[in-house]
């Protein structure tokens, strides 16, 4: 059963707007969230973190949103820029080691 | 500054066949994770090491092994390769000192493919 859920496997968006990308997990308990983005033949790289005390984080054109109550998290890139296409993944930290993945979303930004 | 360094980046091998993959932490990371993303697929947590122990164990097979040598590197081993193995097979080293991501860098992956 997949503990962290991003349900949109794609997400298109124009040059200049804001992407929304959004993640649900089911455990309560987690309490340290990231955000990863991979382009093709690369590892992924980190993004934007977000601890459960707080319930936004912002760097530069990147805000995530972390709402406790309904279990989901939201990462906003705006403006949304040609270099952002990519696969973003969320994931929790799990017992302080492990890292637990959502399925990705695929992010295209159009000029 | 030096990244985690992932051998090979590419192999090919036949089915029932063993293959070996590596990887080199960031110096003085002391952990190693290895994870499997299969096609359309989300990582995979495989297994972990610290200081050379292994710290914690996910959906891997018992066909794979793995271990961390004392120069803190790592091997992942796959023995009887399936069709199904094929994927790309990250590694991630960490400083438990921690930091915004809590100090995981990953490296490029190397994509296995059985045939």
């Known amino acids: 059963d997949q503990q962290v859920k991003q349900n949109s496997p794609s997400l298109s968006v124009q040059e200049g707007r804001i992407s929304i990308l959004n993640c649900d997990y089911t455990?309560?308990?987690?309490?340290?969230f990231l955000w990863y983005k991979k382009y093709p033949a690369e590892g992924p790289t980190f993004l934007i973190s977000i601890s459960s005390i707080k319930d936004k984080n912002e760097d530069g054109r990147f805000t995530v949103f972390l709402n406790k109550s309904a279990k989901h998290l939201s990462l906003h890139i705006v403006p949304s820029q040609p270099g952002d296409s990519a696969v973003y993944f969320c994931?929790?930290?799990?017992?302080?080691?492990?890292?637990?993945f959502g399925q990705g979303t695929r992010l295209t930004i159009n000029p | 500054a030096a990244g985690v360094i992932q051998s090979p980046r590419h192999l090919i091998k036949e089915k029932r066949e063993t293959a070996t993959l590596k990887c080199y932490p960031i110096p003085r990371h002391d952990t190693v994770y290895w994870y499997q993303q299969g096609p359309g697929q989300d990582p995979q947590f495989l297994i972990s090491f610290y200081e050379k122990m292994q710290s914690d164990k996910g959906s891997i097979p018992d066909r794979f092994s793995a271990q961390q040598f004392s120069d803190y590197h790592s091997e992942l081993n796959m023995s009887s390769l399936e069709l199904g193995d094929s994927a790309l097979y990250f590694c991630a080293s960490r400083n438990r000192d921690g930091g915004l991501n809590y100090g995981y860098t990953f490296g490029s992956g190397t994509r296995l493919t059985v045939v």
């Open positions: 455990n309560s308990m987690f309490d340290y």
């Open positions: 994931a929790v930290l799990q017992g302080a080691q492990k890292l637990v």
